[in-house]
């Protein structure tokens, strides 16, 4: 048994020699010289490199969209336009709610609640046990609605505050050109196209983060950054990006230039998104094109 592990070891220890010669003159033309140990290695190495040239070839380019389960470009638009739908619901209901407050706050003889204050509060609180007790008007019911409104008025400041942060804000404009296609939710168009010529300069509108820079089949060249109070832009169909994700940006800094990348594209022109709170908003009600 220890012959057979030594006859191993030494046949690992022994010199190999590949050699290539010309057929006709007999001649060496290359020469090559290892062990066995060597080879082994060797060819460990090779698989390591093939291994990690696949991975990033797959992470790093568009490839990665044909893996089972990796959302592509619809699967990720149907994801967003589920969210809108969701919001819609929820408002629906919010309004509902506020509508059945009102009648019973009108049954028992109280005043109605304004319909802006719907706006103020993200829930409506629930008084109906209140609303039908025997003594409504009692000290303790006082100081709740007392509580409840003054609630809604801080609520109602905070929220006039968020509004007032971004009309105050100071937005480059992304490109110049003319919008080609207005903003329109109910034609399925959240966003506006800027057409340009080619390779002009495509700018930051705030300062940010930029959360993703990659490339897709219908979108072409695509770049977002994410800026304070929550606001996202999107910038699409660039002939090239010219920041990687993770980079921080300031407001008016080249990012991309504007081309006609993507199967979506119909000519050279800036697809522009902007976004609040997972809401899509109209650029140009906050930049001047």
Sequence with gaps: MAKIKKEKRNRLRNKFRFSIFNDTSHEQVFAFR??????????VIAIFILIGSVTLLISLTPLREFIPGYPNAQTRHAIVQNALKADSLEQSMKLWDFHLNNIQRIVVGMEPLDHQEITASNKLIDTSSTLFAKDSTTNSDSLLRQEVLKQEQLILKAQERKINQIEGLHFFSPVKGIVSNGFNIAINHPFIDIAAPANSAVSAVLDGTVIL??????????????????????????????????????AGTVIALVGDTGSLSSGNHLHFELWHKGVPIDPQLYINF
């Design 34 to 43: 290892s062990s066995g140990l060597m080879m082994l290695i060797s060819v």
């Design 213 to 250: 820079s990659t490339w897709t089949e219908e979108t072409g060249y695509t770049i977002q950054i994410q800026h304070s109070n929550n606001l996202i832009s999107i910038y699409k169909h660039n002939s090239k990006l010219l920041k990687k994700s993770g980079e921080k940006v300031k």
